[in-house]
């Protein structure tokens, strides 16, 4: 009779089709969070964008900062794959941009 909070959000969040938005956002928390972690003297230069179709989309401010995310980016991969609990994360893009990252 009565549905729980959780079950009315949710069903709010497919009807209106954010499903996907939320698990970017989700997405790109974790990254976040793993990037502070595992490579904390990026996190200045680095900002992830966004998620879409099993891609964290990445900017970063310098060439080092991509190569170190290049070389790395298995392991960043399955630290964000492991947390998240499945295989949502497949790619990391990379662009360098030169301007600052806002």
């Given amino acids: 009779?009565?549905?729980?909070?959780?079950?009315?959000?949710?069903?709010?969040?497919?009807?209106?089709?954010?499903?996907?938005?939320?698990?970017?956002?989700?997405v790109c928390s974790i990254a976040r969070d793993i990037l502070a972690a595992e490579f904390p003297r990026l996190v200045k230069?680095?900002?992830i964008?966004?998620?879409?179709?099993?891609?964290?989309?990445?900017?970063?401010?310098g060439s080092v900062a991509s190569q170190e995310l290049f070389y790395n980016k298995a392991k960043f991969i399955k630290l964000i794959n492991q947390k998240l609990g499945k295989e949502s994360v497949k790619k990391l893009s990379?662009?360098?941009?030169?301007?600052?990252?806002?």
Avoid: W
Wanted: aromatic share 10%.
């Fill in 94 to 102: 990379l662009t360098l941009k030169e301007k600052a990252l806002d």
């Fill in 1 to 26: 009779m009565f549905e729980t909070f959780q079950s009315q959000v949710q069903k709010t969040i497919n009807h209106l089709g954010l499903q996907k938005q939320m698990e970017g956002a989700h």
């Fill in 45 to 47: 230069i680095v900002k």
């Fill in 49 to 61: 964008r966004s998620f879409k179709e099993n891609t964290v989309f990445v900017y970063t401010k």
